[in-house]
């Protein structure tokens, strides 16, 4: 199979790519757990991210919401102990308060809405030949880190808001080469 080019031959980034990478995801519980791990990831390597993911679903009760918002210092103590996440203090309160600011968005619906309207509804079909060519950060990614920043969310900066949108195919950043890039326009009916 052709893959982008920053896919190694680690068998979990395969299927990672091959599976997951760039497929339109709208469930806005769904969302807030690919932002949650894009904000974990920066300054990481995304296998990282990839290789404890089951470990922070496990830490964070399945990126419920509804559950983190109501966690308090005594949390982000056990969490700081947990060998099976990123244990950065700043990145586990940014989670918990991202998960307050949420729900005073109206939650699940609202929040797919919101990531969603950046990109009027439909997933950015970009025809990029080499990955040179694809950015760190768009004007759109900039506009929904603003955005996000003023509805109280943290580490959402540019760079996170554009890994965010390639992860949860609010843009198709597959290069034209690579396989998925086909597929993943079909997923979201476009040729």
């Known amino acids: 199979m052709r893959r982008c080019g920053w896919v190694s031959a680690d068998p979990l980034y395969e299927a990672y790519h091959d599976v997951e990478w760039g497929v339109p995801e709208r469930d806005g519980r769904r969302l807030f757990e690919v932002l949650s791990l894009e904000g974990m990831q920066a300054g990481l390597s995304w296998l990282t991210i990839l290789?404890?993911?089951?470990?922070?679903?496990?830490?964070?009760?399945?990126?419920?919401?509804?559950?983190?918002?109501?966690?308090?210092?005594?949390?982000?103590?056990?969490?700081?102990?947990?060998?099976?996440?990123?244990?950065h203090r700043g990145k586990i309160e940014a989670v918990l308060g991202n998960a307050r600011a949420?729900?005073?968005?109206?939650?699940?619906?609202?929040?797919?809405?919101?990531?969603?309207?950046?990109?009027?509804?439909?997933?950015?079909?970009?025809?990029?030949?080499?990955?040179?060519?694809?950015?760190?950060?768009?004007?759109?990614?900039t506009a929904m880190s603003k955005r996000l920043k003023a509805e109280g969310f943290r580490f959402c900066g540019?760079?996170?808001?554009?890994?965010?949108?390639?992860?949860?195919?609010?843009v198709n950043d597959h290069v034209l080469d690579c396989d998925r890039h086909g597929a993943v326009a079909a997923l979201s009916g476009e040729t």
């Open 102 to 141: 949420w729900l005073a968005l109206g939650g699940a619906t609202p929040f797919a809405d919101l990531v969603w309207g950046f990109v009027d509804q439909r997933p950015v079909q970009e025809r990029r030949a080499t990955l040179a060519e694809v950015p760190a950060s768009t004007p759109v990614s």
């Open 158 to 170: 540019p760079t996170t808001c554009y890994a965010f949108m390639q992860a949860a195919g609010l």
């Open 51 to 87: 290789r404890k993911r089951e470990g922070f679903r496990a830490a964070f009760a399945g990126f419920d919401p509804d559950v983190i918002a109501d966690w308090g210092d005594g949390d982000v103590a056990r969490l700081l102990g947990d060998a099976g996440i990123v244990r």
